[in-house]
């Protein structure tokens, strides 16, 4: 545990931005401990190797093969929001200028038959599309108009008074005690 | 996830309004196509019951719809029954179907224990075959005081389905 926390605090030990007394501390387990103190030399060597590096250019093929892969994500990101949304809008535009044909073709295939005509130049005041839209009411209006008294005949033979429905009680009872 | 929920709400209101414009559309191409195979005697018929409608006070209107509604809740046996009904009475003529209203009247000015009463005699009434139905209508005070005049007309009015 000791080994574990003391090679966690090595990096900032070596750069001096630790506090004094935990500094002593990973010094005194250096003293003691020969796999840290190895682990405290590699991460040295390591720093060192890292400071004498020289920058080299990469060999122009391999360079040209990375950017060539960097353009051609940048292309991919691109298409990957470009071709939903085109699809999306032919879809839409698609569906737009079937309806307009099928709108169109309704329009100019069926023409008015001659009795609506007639209908429509003696009827001039009222509006066609309106009463369509209330065609499946209108068409039966005076029936679903009388529909509450149609039902309400079924109850006419079943209102006797209350003097009526006593009689018709007693008159049960006294079946089932004569049975 | 959020995005998720968000994502499917929004979808499923545009589905909704979808789904409303959807029968709208059918149900205006359906009455089109019948209004286009009506005669011209149906179509002035229908334009007169327009004008009415036009003109009608908004709990008539009100009313119809609502009784549109209920009627195409019934089952379509309950259907066909309250047609011929209407048949029957509409060939009642003006005299006969007074007579029938004032009757009906009746069931108005019922007390609220005696209409509860009826409705469930009505649902008793339901089960029984017809010929035990006709024995309990003759047994009622409704049969007896009417006149035999009166007796053919709800005869006709009640036993559709004989």
């Known amino acids: 545990m000791e080994c574990k926390i003391t090679r966690d605090r090595l990096p900032a030990y070596q750069d001096g931005e630790m506090a004094e007394a935990v500094a002593r501390n990973v010094e005194e387990h250096l003293t003691i401990c020969h796999a840290c103190r190895k682990a405290d030399l590699e991460l040295k060597e390591a720093w060192y190797k890292l400071g004498t590096w020289e920058d080299d250019d990469p060999p122009e093929k391999i360079r040209m093969e990375v950017l060539s892969r960097i353009t051609k994500q940048r292309k991919m990101r691109w298409v990957k929001i470009v071709i939903p949304v085109a699809a999306a809008l032919l879809i839409i535009v698609g569906l737009t200028l079937r309806f307009t044909d099928l709108e169109h073709e309704k329009q100019t295939q069926m023409p008015l038959p001659a009795a609506p005509l007639q209908l429509s130049a003696e009827h001039s005041d009222f509006d066609e599309d309106e009463l369509i839209a209330d065609l499946h009411v209108l068409q039966d209006e005076e029936f679903y108009d009388t529909l509450e008294e149609l039902v309400k005949i079924d109850y006419l033979p079943l209102i006797d008074g209350p003097q009526q429905m006593e009689r018709d009680r007693k008159r049960s009872s006294l079946e089932v005690t004569l049975t | ?162």
């Open chain 2, 1 to 162: 996830m959020r995005w998720i929920m968000v994502f499917v709400l929004i979808s499923s209101f545009l589905l909704l309004q979808a789904g409303y414009a959807f029968a709208d559309e059918a149900r205006m191409s359906r009455n089109k196509l019948i209004w286009e195979s009506m005669s011209a005697e149906e179509k002035k018929r229908v334009i007169q019951n327009y004008r009415e409608w036009k003109t009608s006070a908004p709990e008539r209107k009100e009313r119809i719809m609502r009784n549109y509604r209920e009627f195409n809740g019934l089952s379509l046996e309950e259907q066909q029954r309250l047609k011929e009904r209407y048949r029957q009475y509409k060939s009642l003529g003006p005299a006969g179907r007074d007579r029938v209203k004032n009757r009906l009247d009746r069931i108005d000015a019922l007390p609220a224990d005696n209409r509860l009463e009826a409705e469930k005699r009505y649902a008793r009434d339901r089960e029984m075959p017809a010929h035990e139905r006709m024995q309990h209508l003759k047994r009622s005070r409704f049969w007896e005081d009417l006149s035999e005049e009166e007796r053919e007309i709800f005869k006709k009015l009640i036993f559709i389905d004989n």
